[in-house]
């Protein structure tokens, strides 16, 4: 069994906005274990980068932690100061946005940025020690020539370039764990398959562990370990990655599936979802996918189905599992 | 995520103008922003003395039979030697000192408002001339704009005023001369954002003339960044005209505005009579800080680069 | 007669050093004259046939969205023909291309910039038509986008909304009923699901290929997405640095790709079986600018096989199978 890096438990964070309070996060526990990828899945809404920050507490007005535990190595991270968080920010946690072009601050070198982050967590480095570590995460990220390099501005790079920079960043301090929220979306298809490789790659040098937050099936499929597919707030579906692509029982990870179109194979018509993400306001009755569910029944309309275990470490929550990828 | 959410709210709301506007985020805020609520009772208030104060006022100050030259200098009631009747004392004339200022603010506020809307109109239509169709005749405003902004606002009023003489009308035409570059530089701006939105190719792909697709797709989007600036403008087009009237090159003396009754105090500010100027002056003041604390709350409200 | 439109060695650039000033630049203690030019579509020909999808499809800046924007001249081409009908409308003026805005329309990319969030619902659908006389009065003008509304599941009393109480697919509905409103014959559609959610995506696909069997409209489908293309399209052509590198119909480009960009974007799609990527070396490198064109074939610098003539003299179009071009020294 390999060992927890990070235990979530009954996570929930609230917005209370003019219009009344969204449930962005809603009871949410999972782990994340050391060396593993785990994919969070869902459409806008779904709540999964607020989970995200979430887990580094970066969490803004008029947002709010409203309950749970967020267990780092056997520390509760909801327990420690804003100055104590500071410390686990980078050093023990780092995060990978989705915008490349804005993650890096266009004023300073990418030398500067990454010194800057050893400077914090690092402090017992020398400066030359600080250099040549800049230059080996440089390579480690596929940048050519990182000794001049490092001179240069983010604007002299390109996206994918300057994502690998920002990867670079988040590495320097050697964090156990790596959040990345959307972090090919902005790029290119062939950038992008480099990036994900990049990553998976890094995962297995360094041995961190990564949460990989994307809208894109896809994405996941190819390089996460499991799967949390979540929908309006909540997990509604999480296992290992073959058992959601191939043995899915949520009707809503169903509809995802079967919303892309597949290069290996020719459809007709997409069978979609019908239907748009409920009014996070006003959530309905019952299982939150109730409105847009094909096997919605009575009881879907009134009880809000637990999560429920359906195969070994395969949970779902739904009053009536599919039998296994049926269609 | 968050807008997304509010998106999905809306779907559900009856389309009242007015019930939209109560739900808005912006009413919301403004509802807990404090210093915008005491901004618009202070211009509520400022505006409703100056279309009502007469009717209240002990004399029409500019009418000079009913001004007594034995009045004059009585210090504000409050201090020794006061009088009731004058509660904020009186001028060199015996002008009580109170319906001076209400007069002279109704002065002051058609000034600011009215020159305000002639340069908002100039500067609103050639900047949108400027930035929807770019090329020369942008240059060619641009660089006249940039020429005005390269002198000191003062200088070329003063300039102007001087060649023009005092008067109402001068004034006006001084405050739009000046007050236009402000708006056509950004207005302009704005078009220039906007025009690269699909909304307007998708009218270029329709086919719509320009005209139309000015008056009816450019404009609307870029009121919003006007609205501030409007607002912003009108306390600025009180002072400059205060600071003109205080120079003698204002409005003319029959017809005092608050900066003038500023300067015909001045003389004896340091002889002990300073009731005469310090009113008026306070009274600028308030109108200004009104005005500029609406201003800042549309500002953080409106733009959209600080959401 | 049935090609709806036939594009001929298509050029568009565009100046980034405006005026004379601006053209002076201060380089190693001189001052030279430099022009920088983004050359954004670089000699490129295709036509759409009457009913058929055709779909551009490639990487940001490789100038599909500038073909589809010079196509129904947004900008005007700097080079070649553009034929629609049968009739040359490269050069016709704002006036003289009236007639021909009310038979080709565009869906926009942004559900969220592309609709005025000043005008409600209803008058977005209206105005174009009333614009081209496609409904006589503005009652008449009002009962027949309520029908296109409907078409694109927008219910009625949702018409009097404005655009910013919609989601993001709804909006995009919207677009697709004011691109309806004028009864086009053919549409040209920017990457017009890239902005929505997998869920949505799927929803409007599924809307617009109805609304091609009901309609029999052509499409020019511009995206990055080749899944989505493979969904759609009948023909495509694959897009690098301004260049159309292979195209021809979906059979023969998707069982056999022949281009080596074609084959590397293929093997860069994610694919839900995970298998993907894994097993594929993918391409180094990025797209280099399109200020600084590379010599000879523009792919050489990415390409696995490139060879001495690759990096000197572009490649001509060959026909490799019936109707099957490809840009390739290889070939």
């Known amino acids: 069994m390999a060992k927890k890096i990070l ?17 962005a996060v809603d009871d949410v526990s999972f782990d994340i274990n050391e060396g593993e990828i785990l994919g969070v899945v869902g459409e806008s809404g779904g709540g999964k980068s607020v989970t995200g920050f979430s887990v580094i507490r970066l969490i803004e007005e008029p947002g709010k932690i409203e309950t749970g535990e967020i267990i780092y190595n056997g520390e509760n991270l909801m327990k420690k100061s804003e100055n104590q968080m500071n410390k686990v920010r980078g050093k023990d946690i780092s995060m990978i946005f989705q915008d490349p072009m804005t993650s890096l601050n266009p004023v300073y070198t990418i030398g500067k940025q990454i010194e800057e982050v050893l400077l914090l967590h690092e ?31 983010p604007h ?3 996206g994918g370039m300057r994502q690998r920079v920002v990867i670079a960043t988040a590495l320097a301090a050697s964090p156990k764990l790596i959040i990345a929220d959307e972090p090919t979306t902005a790029l290119d298809v062939t950038i992008q398959a480099q990036i994900l490789k990049l990553m998976q790659n890094l995962v297995e040098e360094h041995g961190c562990a990564l949460m990989l937050i994307t809208h894109d099936l896809a994405v996941i ?17 999480t296992g290992n990655t073959k058992d959601i692509i191939k043995e899915y029982k949520h009707p809503y990870t169903e509809g995802l599936i079967n919303s892309i179109p597949d290069l290996d194979k020719d459809k007709k018509k997409l069978e979609s979802i019908s239907g748009i993400v409920p009014n996070m306001f006003d959530l309905p009755e019952g299982c939150n996918f109730s409105p847009r569910c094909r096997y919605c029944k009575q009881i879907c309309k009134e009880e809000e189905p637990e999560l429920q275990q359906v195969g070994q470490s395969h949970y779902i929550a739904c009053h009536f599992p599919l039998k296994g990828g049926e269609k | 995520m968050k807008t997304e959410a509010q998106t999905i709210n809306n779907i559900g709301t009856k389309n009242s103008k007015w019930k939209l506007f109560l739900k808005s985020e912006f009413f919301y805020n403004y509802k807990r922003s404090v210093l915008a609520i ?40 409050w201090i020794e030697g006061g009088e009731s009747t004058f509660i904020l004392g009186t001028d060199q004339q015996g002008r009580d000192m109170f319906s001076a200022i209400v007069y002279g603010s109704r002065v002051s506020l058609v000034i600011g408002i009215v020159s305000t809307l002639l340069s908002s109109v100039l500067g609103i239509a050639l900047g949108i001339i400027s930035g929807y169709f770019g090329g020369k005749v942008d240059a060619l405003i641009m660089r006249i704009a940039d020429v005005m902004l390269s002198f000191p606002t003062m200088l070329i009023a003063l300039f102007v005023m001087s060649v023009l003489g005092r008067g109402v009308v001068n004034i006006l035409i001084t405050l739009t001369i000046v007050g236009w570059v402000k708006f056509a530089r950004t207005v302009r701006g704005e078009v220039l954002s906007v025009k690269k939105q699909e909304y307007i190719e998708a009218t270029k792909v329709i086919g719509l003339p320009n005209l139309k697709i000015i008056l009816k797709h450019v404009f609307p989007n ?35 505005s608050l900066g003038m009754l500023c300067s015909n105090g001045f003389d004896v500010l340091y002889s002990g009579m300073w009731w005469v100027t310090i009113f008026p002056g306070l009274y600028i003041m308030l109108i200004v800080f009104g005005i500029n604390l609406l201003g800042d709350f549309l500002r953080d409200e409106l733009n959209p680069k600080l959401k | 007669m049935n090609t709806i439109l036939k594009v001929k060695n298509l050029e568009q650039r565009f100046e980034l050093d405006k005026g004379i000033l601006g053209k002076i630049k201060f380089k190693n203690g001189k001052f030279v004259k430099e022009e920088r030019i983004v050359r954004a579509v670089n000699d490129i020909s295709f036509s759409v046939d009457k009913g058929k999808v055709f779909s551009l499809v490639g990487e940001s800046g490789c100038g599909k969205s500038t073909t589809a924007r010079t196509i129904i001249k947004l900008i005007e081409p700097k080079g070649g023909t553009v034929e629609f009908a049968g009739e040359n409308i490269t050069d016709l003026t704002r006036t003289e291309m009236l007639k021909y805005r009310k038979r080709m329309q565009m869906i926009f990319q942004d559900p969220y910039a592309s609709l005025n969030s000043k005008q409600k619902v209803l008058n977005i659908i209206t105005e174009p038509m009333l614009f081209h006389g496609v409904a006589a009065s503005k009652s008449e003008a009002k009962e027949k986008a309520l029908d296109i509304l409907g078409k694109v599941g927008i219910r009625p009393e949702q018409a009097t909304r404005y655009p910013h109480q919609f989601s993001g697919g709804q909006r995009q509905r919207i677009g697709i009923a004011r691109a309806l409103a004028v009864e086009p014959e053919f549409i040209i559609a920017d ?11 799927a929803q409007i696909l599924n809307l617009l290929m109805d609304l091609k069997k009901e309609y029999n409209f052509s499409y020019l489908f511009i995206a990055h997405d080749l899944s989505v293309v493979k969904h759609i399209s009948d023909d495509l052509g694959v897009m690098y640095l301004g260049k159309i590198v292979e195209k021809g119909s979906k059979v023969n480009i998707f069982d056999n790709p022949l281009h080596p960009y074609t084959k590397a974007l293929f093997s860069s799609v994610p694919k839900l079986s995970g298998t993907n990527l894994k097993n594929s070396k993918g391409i180094r490198g990025e797209i280099p600018s399109s200020i600084n064109l590379p010599s000879g074939c523009y792919f050489h610098d990415r390409c696995p096989y490139a060879k001495q003539i690759c990096m000197e003299k572009m490649p001509t179009e060959r026909e490799v199978e019936n109707g099957h071009f490809v840009l390739c020294h290889l070939y």
């Open chain 3, 191 to 201: 990457e017009p699901v890239s902005a929505l959610d997998v869920s949505i995506q």
């Open chain 1, 7 to 23: 235990e979530v438990r009954n996570l929930r964070t609230y917005f209370h906005t003019f219009k009344g309070t969204v449930k």
């Open chain 1, 156 to 158: 002299q790079f390109s």
């Open chain 2, 222 to 256: 870029v009121l919003t960044s006007i609205i501030v600036l409007v607002t912003m403008q009108v306390g600025s087009n009180i002072l400059t005209e205060a600071t003109l009237s205080f120079l003698g090159l204002g409005v003319p003396i029959t017809r005092p």
């Open chain 1, 221 to 237: 499929s190819e390089i996460a370990d499991r799967i949390n597919v979540m929908y309006c707030g909540k997990i509604i579906e």
């Open chain 1, 123 to 153: 402090k017992d480095l020398t400066k030359s020690q600080r250099k040549q570590k800049c230059i080996e995460l440089l390579k480690s990220v596929g940048i050519s020539n990182p000794e001049s390099r490092m001179k240069s501005y």
């Open chain 2, 38 to 77: 005491i901004g618009s009772i202070i211009i509520i208030s400022v505006i409703l003395i100056a279309i009502f104060g007469p009717l209240f006022t002990i004399q029409d100050p500019y009418n000079m039979s009913e001004i007594e030259l034995n009045n004059a200098y009585t210090p504000p009631a």
